[in-house]
């Protein structure tokens, strides 16, 4: 029998890389055999991740578009033009049954050039806002997966299928609390608050983290904070001489299923791939939407849960003065943490990894 090749696309930030990684792996389990090839963006985290996580992937020399009108204009043309020759050869030379974009800077020229070569494409928004990309490729795709309801807005209608959003696998499985408490140095007799600042860290967390250093210290809470990569040195830097010994700074998480394990409280951005990962787990959240992205779509991700009583909003503005005052309080409501527990445990969707295969496997019928 003819081997089934399927071929992923995009990436940029761990929420694009890591449901595209949850597909290979659920299609690898249910498709013996199934051959998959991973395109990503030159010097994106995808280019080290993918073959990390045991996958092959090939690099799109593609940029962001600019912005404003400028000479960075041209360059972005020019790759662009040279990232399309590059995914046309690659589905000539592969030839995939199927392509799916996960969203991010290669999905747009990958899809694009698929669609072209008459081979079925998919797409997998993760968002409850779609990018331009995603929305012009929507036209031409068979289905779009998507996590939130009203994505009418973006797509056809009869496109839509609604999954949500794919966790790794890895996260349900269990962990003991008493190893993760060691690998992190913290002890078992005190509560956790747990930072993330999504895949790349966040600048509004790490200096709240910083001007509040003297409420942290006082709080007898323990806090794990994961600045992000580009951050580390330059907080370790801040920390010198005055960082709180209930406070443990790491670079990036690569294990969250123990940070998750220890965690009482999570203070993050509302990256959609967090949000899902909060929701499947039932962890009680602070969050912080990021302003920086497009159409503010992390306040909507974010309002998702605060609308069901399922996390608590603190806007980036307000994080300084108010985030970790009202996090230390509600670290320690139980009953408090328990409601939103619940709540948050009643918006996952276990299943979207597997109804995201479905609808693959049911495209190539
Ligand atoms: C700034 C930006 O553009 N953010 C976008 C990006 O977020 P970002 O890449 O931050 O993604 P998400 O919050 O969706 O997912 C982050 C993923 O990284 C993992 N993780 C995080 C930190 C760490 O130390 N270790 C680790 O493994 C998390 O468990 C999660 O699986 O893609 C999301 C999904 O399209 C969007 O909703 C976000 O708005």
Wanted: net charge positive; proline share 5%; hydrophobic share 45%.
């Amino acid at each position: 029998m003819k081997k089934l090749k399927v071929i992923i696309s995009g990436g940029g930030t761990g929420g694009h890389i890591f449901p595209a990684l949850s597909i290979a792996n659920e299609l690898k389990a249910r498709v013996p055999g199934v051959e998959i090839l991973f395109v990503g963006a030159l010097g994106k985290m995808e280019m080290e991740r993918v073959p990390a996580a045991g996958y092959p992937i090939v690099g799109l020399p593609v940029m962001g578009l600019p912005r404003k009108a400028s000479l960075k204009m041209f360059r972005f043309l020019w790759m662009l033009y040279q990232s399309m020759r590059k995914a046309r050869k690659v589905i000539d030379d592969f030839q995939p049954d199927v392509a799916i974009g996960v969203g991010g800077f290669a999905s747009g020229p990958v899809l694009k050039a698929a669609v072209r070569k008459g081979v079925p494409a998919i797409l997998q928004e993760q968002n409850s806002y779609a990018g331009v990309t995603n929305k012009l490729l929507s036209t031409k795709v068979r289905k779009i997966c998507v996590a939130y309801p009203n994505m009418e807005r973006y797509f056809p209608a009869q496109k839509i299928v609604l999954t949500g959003n794919p966790v790794r696998q890895n996260l349900l499985l269990p962990v003991d609390k008493a190893e993760a408490l060691k690998e992190f140095g913290l002890t078992p007799d005190k509560l956790v608050v747990l930072i993330v600042g999504g895949s790349l860290g966040a600048r509004t967390l790490n200096e709240a983290v910083i001007v509040n250093l003297e409420l942290i210290a006082q709080s007898g809470v323990q806090v794990l904070w994961q600045t992000g990569k580009i951050y580390y040195n330059e907080m370790l830097e801040r920390l010198k001489g005055i960082q709180p010994e209930n406070l443990k700074p790491v670079e990036f998480l690569s294990n969250m299923d123990f940070a998750y394990k220890v965690a009482d409280l999570v203070i993050s951005r509302a990256g959609a791939g967090t949000i899902s990962e909060l929701c499947l787990l039932g962890k009680p959240s602070v969050l912080v939407p990021s302003p920086n992205v497009a159409e503010d779509h992390q306040t909507k991700n974010a309002l998702a849960l605060v609308e069901n009583d399922a996390a608590v909003l603190v806007k980036d503005v307000d994080a300084k003065r108010e985030l970790f005052r009202e996090a230390f309080e509600l670290v320690k409501d139980t009953k408090r943490l328990a409601t939103l527990s619940a709540n948050s445990l009643k918006l996952a969707r276990p299943n979207a990894t597997s109804d995201i295969v479905n609808v693959i496997l049911n495209e190539l019928k």
